[in-house]
Every structure is written in C-alpha cells, then in structure tokens.
C-alpha cells in the first residue's frame, strides 16, 4: 500500500529539520498545483537548498526562503 503524503511527511520530518538552514516542514502545493512537501528555509543559501531532496517517496518536494522562526 502506498503512504499517504501525509505519512511521507511524518516519516521524513525529523531528518528533514536536522538538516542545518532547515526551519519548517510542511505541506501545500508546488508551482504546477500537486500536493507537495514544503521545506521552508531560513536563507536562500546553496548548500542548504541542494541538500533538499527533489522528492520524498515519490511526493515533490519543494522548498520555500521563510526566513528565521521563532515563538511569540
């Protein structure tokens, strides 16, 4: 049985935010309107960009400059 992209995105989130740059894993839609994993990164850094996957599981993956989080 195929994961669900939600199942996907569970699965591979703890590995995803231990990547350094990283600061949210999500999900949305990519630039042709299909569900996606959205990686949000703190900066359009290329070493950081490049060591995101282009899919996850057969799920696109696609990664969004949020800029730094924190709480409020």
Same mark, same amino acid.
Do not use: F
């Given at each position: 049985? /195929?994961?669900?992209?939600? =199942? @996907?995105?569970?699965?591979?989130? &703890? #590995?995803?935010? &231990?990547? !350094?740059?990283? @600061? +949210?894993?999500?999900?949305?839609?990519?630039? +042709?309107? #299909? !569900?996606?994993?959205?990686?949000? $990164?703190?900066? /359009?850094? &290329?070493?950081?960009? +490049? +060591?995101?996957?282009?899919?996850?599981?057969?799920?696109?993956? #696609? $990664? #969004?400059?949020?800029?730094?989080?924190?709480? =409020?």
């Amino acid at each position: 049985m /195929d994961s669900s992209i939600q =199942q @996907v995105k569970e699965r591979h989130t &703890a #590995e995803l935010m &231990a990547m !350094p740059g990283v @600061v +949210s894993v999500g999900l949305g839609k990519n630039r +042709s309107g #299909e !569900p996606a994993i959205i990686v949000g $990164v703190e900066a /359009d850094r &290329a070493e950081t960009i +490049s +060591s995101v996957p282009d899919k996850l599981d057969g799920y696109p993956v #696609e $990664v #969004e400059v949020v800029g730094k989080i924190s709480t =409020q």
